[in-house]
Every structure is written in structure tokens, then in C-alpha cells.
């Protein structure tokens, strides 16, 4: 049972890429932590009373229950290395169980946990290090081209759009954008008649995406844009900005890096490097015709040619994105024509404003956007529906200092473009703040669950948003 209790300390240890530094901690301040405090008591009355042991194992267990089959947006993966790190606690709690008795440690879980994976670790970084080689001879092997996608949003937008319109691509799944993730992509994909891969870089503090370029060799890439983000981890923009600038000054001079232009940082990137730096706009024209439920009309043009082209996302910012990766497939000597007649295939990506349609209106999800700029894109895009919108957010959660006064800034941007904003979580107070300062009608839920169901009587015929990073760690 106290293996099973420490299931989540796992789920939040993976869910920080096994990086401890990075927000493990913040696991004392959980209602799963309570949980185990309130074990921690009761085990020592049952000890005190001389009451049998099995009892505690169904106190364990009553406590277990809820963190194992509470569905997680991050679930628990099985992997190896969790397998290993559970072995290890088997040993360590069978010793502690044997030597001094179970109605003492459940309160030091997330400790043994965290002491588990510090054994583990000298395998854990062999096994590791052999599989990211591993990764990175075949990709050198193959031949593959590697175009790398960073910024602080758009990326997997990005990486999805590219991967549709270049012929003979592949891309992994999802928001793939660590040294493992990507290489267990690498390791499982079959690349003889792939010509490029895409991949997106992702980076929580400085030093990571140059890890991620010595280790794949991106030949050329794409700065999206960049923000303040992640400033739990990165501390200041100043950091940001310099780890996004290292894809371009990793470039060689046979490379090239296509920058966003509409993007005040990353076009200032033009002087760095020495690989070809080139703005997204240049010598192209993507202008936004029409925006409705069934997707955005776009307007391209290119030298003397000029084509329309229809995509399924509703977003403002979809003609930056289509601008960045035609311009992409120009550089590679993809001509325009197959690169526009590829624009059927492009889907939308999940949880980036993709927009869903039910019996009783639209679903806005996009639950995994963490920045200001994009929920200023956000704001733009809802100005194109006149109905009634409702905002589910609990604003923007890896802020560090700047917490108050972004979610402040998110709360005044939701509530000029919405008629209701149910706000959720530590930030709420912040987003009311702002929220005060419009006309939207502000709501205050205890968990998303419950916004939801505040959200009911809203949505009739209307636009339903899940806004902002809604993580459950």
C-alpha cells in the first residue's frame, strides 16, 4: 500500500522530467501531501492504541485510492526507468517496514521517493546517455534533414503545419521536445523514405536547446517567437531570450534560421549567428480574408503569383505560423504550388485554439497555451465571433515573480474579449483583479470540474474557452 501511495510522488517527479530542481518540492504544499500527513497521524494513533497492523494497511489504501485513479491531464507512465525506481523503493520500504515499522515514514514518501531515484540514477544517466546515442548516430546515419522549431509559443503549431507541407516529412506526436523524448521518437521511427524530420525544441532553462542541437544537428530552424515564459525556471526574460538565440548561433553558415517577424525579439535575431537568417515575410504576402467557425481564408502571395488557401484553425496568429513554414519549404526548394496544394492536409493541433463543435456550440481549447502573446492572439481571434463567450482559466502558473502582475494582465485581456470568466486556482484573485477592470461578469470555482458546470448555462450557441496552462501538477 505504501508503494502504491507513492505513485504520485513518481507521477510529479516525471512530470518534471526527473529534474527535481524544477518543482518537486512544491509537492508539500498538495492536497496529496495533506493526505499523507493525515496517514502519518492516524498510523501513529492506531501504533499508540496497539491496534492490529492490517488496519493500517486499509488506512494506506483509503489514502492511496483517490491519488490512483484521479484522472490526470499527466498520468503516471510506466516507463523503465519507473519500474527501476519502484524496485528500489521496494527495497527501501520493505527495510523501513522490517527496522523500524510502518506507522512512522508515510509522511516521508515524497524523501524515499526522491532518495529511490538518486540511487537510480548513476544506471538511469548510463542507460540514458547510450540511448540518446544511440538516437543520434542512426539520425546522422539516415541522412535526414532536421529543421528544429523553438520560441515560447507556436511550436508545435509550427512543427505541425511544416510536417504537413513538406513532402517526405515526419514529426513526433505532441509537445516531443526533450533529449528522450525525442530520441525514443528517433529509435522507433523508420526514416528510408523520410527526407526531413521536424523537430520542436523545448527549454525551461539555459543551456537546453544548445543540448538539444549537439545532440540532433539541426541543419536549419525556425524561431516562432519569444516571450516572457517559464520564469519559474528561466528567473528573468533576459534568460529566455538567450537560450531561444542559441538555435541561431548553433546554426552553421550553410544553414538557415527563418525568423518571425511579426515578432519584435525573434526578428532581432537577424544579427546573431552566422548561419542566413531570414524574416518570415520576406518576399511573401499572408494576409487573413475571412475568419468563421469553419476555419480561416487566407490570401498568399508570392512574386507575381497569388492563391487563396483555406486551414481549419481559427487563430490570428495562423498566418505568422503559415508564413514561417512556407517560407521554410521556399528555402528548401520546395516550389510554392506543391507547398500551397499541401495546405488540404494540415490539421488542427490539439489543445492550441483548436476549435471543437457540439450540440449546444463551440469548444475553444486551448488548454495548453502559457503565455501573454498568446492569449493576446487569443483575444484577437474571439473578436471575430459575435456570440457569447465564456473563459475557464486559471491564468498563467510558471511566472515566478512576475506571477501577480502577468495574471493581472491576462485577467484584463480575457475579460475585454469575453462576457463570463470562470477563474480556478492560486491566481484567481489576480485574474479577478484584472478582470475588474471590464465589464466581464467574473466567477470563482473551486476545481475545473465545478467550472465546468458553472460554465452550463452560458454556453448555449456560444463559444466555450479553456484558456491558459491547466496543469495538474
Known sequence: MLIILSFECLRVLQSNSYRPERGYAKIIISPYFATLIAAQITAALFYAYKLPEYCLSIVYLAAACPWTFLKRKCPLKFTKRVWRIIAM????????????????????????????WIVCLPIDNAIA??????????????????????????????????????????????SCNTPLGIASFINKTDFYYVKYLVLEFGARQKGDILELCKLYKPSCGIITGVCAQHLSTFKTLDNVVSTKRELVEYLSEKGFCVLNDSDEIASG???????????????????????????????????????????????????????????????LKQSFTKTISRADDVKQTPHRMELIKTERGYILDDSYNGSVAGIESCVKTLSNFSCVKTVITQGLVECGKQRKQMNI????????????????????????????????????????????????????????LFQNDLPDV
Open 89 to 116: 523503493q521496494t527495497i527501501v520500504l520493505f527495510l523501513l517496514c522490517y527496522f523500524v515499522g510502518n506507522a512512522f515514514f508515510v509522511a516521508s514518501l515524497p524523501l524515499i521517493t526522491l532518495l529511490s
Open 129 to 174: 546517455k547510450r540511448y540518446l546515442k544511440k538516437a543520434s548516430i542512426k539520425l546522422e546515419k539516415s541522412g535526414v534533414t532536421v529543421i528544429a522549431v523553438t520560441g515560447s509559443y507556436g511550436k508545435t503549431s509550427v512543427k505541425d503545419m511544416l510536417t504537413s507541407l513538406l513532402d517526405d516529412s515526419v514529426s513526433p506526436v505532441g
Open 269 to 331: 535575431f537577424v544579427n546573431s549567428g552566422n548561419c542566413r537568417k531570414i524574416l518570415s515575410h520576406n518576399g511573401l504576402s499572408v494576409n487573413i480574408e475571412k475568419v468563421d467557425f469553419s476555419g480561416t481564408a487566407l490570401k498568399v502571395g508570392y512574386g507575381k503569383i497569388s492563391r487563396s488557401v483555406i486551414l481549419p484553425q481559427v487563430t490570428e496568429y495562423v498566418a505568422d505560423t503559415f508564413a514561417l513554414c512556407l517560407q521554410t519549404a521556399l528555402n
Open 409 to 464: 494582465q491576462c485577467g484584463r485581456l480575457l475579460g475585454g474579449a469575453c462576457d463570463v470568466a470562470i477563474v480556478l486556482g492560486k491566481n484567481s484573485k489576480f485574474l479577478a483583479s484584472g478582470l475588474s477592470e471590464t465589464n466581464c461578469k467574473t466567477v470563482f470555482a473551486k476545481n475545473l470540474k465545478r467550472a465546468v458546470e458553472l460554465a452550463q448555462p452560458y454556453i448555449q450557441g456560444g463559444i466555450l
